[in-house]
């Protein structure tokens, strides 16, 4: 049964169609997780204000808040969903909608967080927000990113795996993926399939050392992120014919070993680097993202705690 009994769906003020409820409302029908349905607000004109007093102010504020609450309400039941789940909403009046969302996961403890994408009508691909990256980014729960598409049963999960690393802080946060990559499968009545991207020949290797055998040295690593691969799959009990062990980049082999088996879903861990090192090494998991035609969940490490707590 999926550990995510708290949902926080993050409601998008500018549409009737409501993907990141969608998807809350089924994952609720399969688990019986509660849902609060978070919009947040702020009217920019509320800053032309100032000759109105601090009551008529508030008044106005106030008025927006119970209209968009009426709408909210509309919305939710336009769904028809299940007498039997618990449903809350909430309307915040903030101008940084990434920050209300996170503040309201820490207050809540909410246990997943789940957020509709933009699709790029031209260019048929996804786009991603300004808050979607810092919701990736500083969230302390896990983010799901959802599209439009549904998740039929027997669907293919794909779990993103850093088989060969020697680092503690990656193979915990592997540990973790399996987990939840296990937790979310049983409740979708879904497949997992691994992935792990292994790096080619370093070129400059290649052409500085006459005596060096590429193809050799391209076979061992192989072999090597294979049978770790193997290994991490048989300790988590998974079917060792789902696994996929490719050469590349974990940005283009991810996304395609996805398109390949049809996923309905990618997990993968993000270390939610920010400041001035996200601007210079960059996160692996970020290039991933935005990649994917699909629906992507992403995973902090254990320990994790968001720079707005």
Partial sequence: MMKYQKLLAVIDPATEQQKSLKRALHIAGKSGASITALLTIYDFSYEMTTMLSVTEREAMRQ????????????????????????????????????????????????????????????????????????????????????????????????CAISAGTEDDEHRALNDKLASISKSVASTLNANVHLVNAYPGTPVNI????????????????????????????????????????????????????????????????????????????GNTAEHVIDSLDCDVLTVKPEGFESPLK
Avoid at 81 to 87: F, H, Q
Avoid at 248 to 272: F, Q, R, W, Y
């Fill in 63 to 158: 008025s927006v808040v119970e209209d968009r609450t009426q709408w909210l309400e509309s919305v939710i039941a336009s769904y028809q969903p299940d007498p039997s789940l618990s449903i809350d909403i909430k309307v915040v009046w903030h101008n940084r909608p990434f920050e209300s969302i996170i503040h309201e996961v820490i207050q809540g403890t909410y246990d997943l967080v789940v957020k509709g994408t933009h699709e790029h009508s031209v260019l048929k691909a996804v786009v991603f927000t300004p808050t979607d990256w810092h919701l990736i980014r500083k969230c302390p729960c896990p983010v799901l990113l959802v599209k439009e598409q549904d998740w039929p049963e027997k669907g293919n999960i794909l």
């Fill in 206 to 281: 290649a052409i500085e050392i006459p005596e060096f055998d590429p193809q050799n040295y391209n076979e061992t690593v192989r072999d090597y992120h294979k049978q770790s691969l193997r290994e991490f799959a048989e300790k988590h009990q998974f079917d060792l014919s789902n696994n996929h062990v490719n050469e590349g980049l974990p940005e283009s082999v991810i996304p395609m070993v996805a398109k390949d088996i049809n996923a309905e879903l990618v997990i993968i861990g993000t270390v939610g680097r920010t400041g001035i090192s996200a601007a210079l090494i």
